[in-house]
Structure formats: structure tokens, C-alpha cells
């Protein structure tokens, strides 16, 4: 049985969270604060963490981010505000997901089955697919490492996957609904602007070769020597 962990500090959504969860059989905790939800990971696993961006105490950029330094769980983020500044800094401090409230609990439910099913480990691809490069940037898939002029760097989890696909895809136009469809791994029907927040972080990354991923207007983008 898959286990959630919600920290939202408004009930009614926590109830409504666990009543769609436990009915496609997740076994759900739910907390009031963010420092709640930290000390829990330290103690269990968990499959899921659903984390509201407000709480009192430790917000859930704050949870996140202290989470991720100890155990690498999946977090999709729930906010008010769905400012671009809110979907970057997600993003950077390693959340997989961000839906804004409203919400309808179905998609959510949606976006959880698929978080889980792309953070299970991959099979390991063969050695001759192991390397792709691009100008000075190498991605090593055995190692999961990237290298800029051969030294590693840091990237997020949906930084390398969007990186790895325009490398893999060299030299073709790759649009933003492909790039969501294999990203986040559904027919993403949000706002399409959440590629180029990510390309942004990314292309920042990788300093001297940013512009080794192509903006094609109107379409998407295409990774090019």
C-alpha cells in the first residue's frame, strides 16, 4: 500500500486530500506544519509528500528543502498563489509538482499516480546509450551525473529529465506539450508555461552553454550544437 504524507494546515483539505487518496488505496498522514512533516520523514518513508506552501510554523518550501537533504521523496506543492516566482523557487528546491488551489481532487490524484510511477527507478539503459552530449555538456545516464567541461553539476530531478530529452533528441524541434508528455508524464493541462520556467532554471545551469538549448518561437525548443 502506497503512504502520503499531507502537511496542510486547513483541514477541509487534508480531509478532502485523504478521502480521494484512501479510496485508490494510499494510506494517509496528514500534519498541520511543515516541521511535522520533516520529523515524520526522518522516522518513515512515504511514497508522496503533498505540502501546502503556507503553513505557521515551517513552510513548505522550507519542508522541502530540509526533506530533500536526508531522503528523496517526491513532492507535489499546493499553493494560493500561482506566481511565477512561487513555480521557479518550487522547482529549485526540488518539487516535482505545483498545483494552485482551487484544485480539482481527481487531477491531483492524477498527477500523484504519475509522480510515483516516474520516481521509481528507471531500467539502466545500455552502455551505448549511456552518454549524450552537447557542446561542453555531457549527461552520463549510468551515473545519473551531468558534467559541464567535465565537472559535475547540480541539477533537479525535472532539470535533468527536460535536458536529457533535448539531448537525446538533438537537433529537433521538441514542442512544449511533447516536453510536458514526457516529463511529467501525462497530457498536462495546466498552464504550458511551467517548460519554459524550468528551461530558465535549467539554461542558467549551464552557464556558458545555455544557448545550447534553442528557443524556436511559436513551437518549443531543440538542443543544438
Known amino acids: ?22 479510496r485508490d488505496g494510499f494510506e494517509v498522514t496528514a500534519v498541520e506544519d511543515g516541521s511535522e512533516a520533516v520529523e515524520l520523514c526522518r522516522k518513515e518513508d512515504y511514497d508522496i509528500l503533498i505540502l501546502d506552501v503556507m503553513m505557521p510554523d515551517t513552510d513548505g518550501f522550507t519542508a522541502c528543502r530540509k526533506i530533500k537533504e536526508f531522503k ?17 523557487f518550487g522547482f529549485e528546491v526540488g518539487v516535482d509538482d505545483y498545483v494552485t ?11 500523484v499516480k504519475v509522480i510515483i510511477k516516474r520516481h521509481a527507478a528507471p531500467a539502466s539503459p545500455k552502455k551505448k546509450d549511456a552518454v549524450f552530449t552537447c557542446q561542453g555538456v555531457e549527461v552520463d545516464t549510468l551515473g545519473h551525473i551531468v558534467r559541464i567541461d567535465g565537472k559535475p553539476t547540480d541539477l ?19 514542442t512544449r506539450e511533447q ?3 514526457e516529463v511529467w508524464g501525462y497530457d498536462y493541462f ?10 530558465k532554471l535549467l539554461r542558467n545551469k549551464l552557464g556558458a552553454y545555455r544557448d545550447c538549448i534553442h528557443t524556436v518561437r511559436g513551437v518549443g525548443y531543440k538542443c543544438e550544437e
Open 179 to 181: 516536453i510536458l508528455n
Open 1 to 22: 500500500m502506497p503512504k502520503m504524507l499531507i502537511a496542510d494546515d486547513e483541514q477541509n483539505i487534508c480531509d478532502m486530500i485523504r478521502r480521494y487518496a484512501e
Open 156 to 174: 533537479t530531478a525535472k532539470e535533468y529529465s527536460i535536458l536529457l530529452y533535448l539531448i537525446r533528441n538533438k537537433g529537433i524541434v521538441l
Open 101 to 111: 488551489k482551487p484544485f480539482s481532487p481527481k487531477e491531483l490524484m492524477a498527477r
Open 190 to 199: 495546466g498552464d504550458d508555461r511551467t517548460v519554459d520556467w524550468q528551461i
Open 72 to 88: 528523496d521523496i517526491p513532492v507535489l506543492m499546493l499553493s494560493a498563489r500561482g506566481t511565477e516566482y512561487d513555480k521557479l
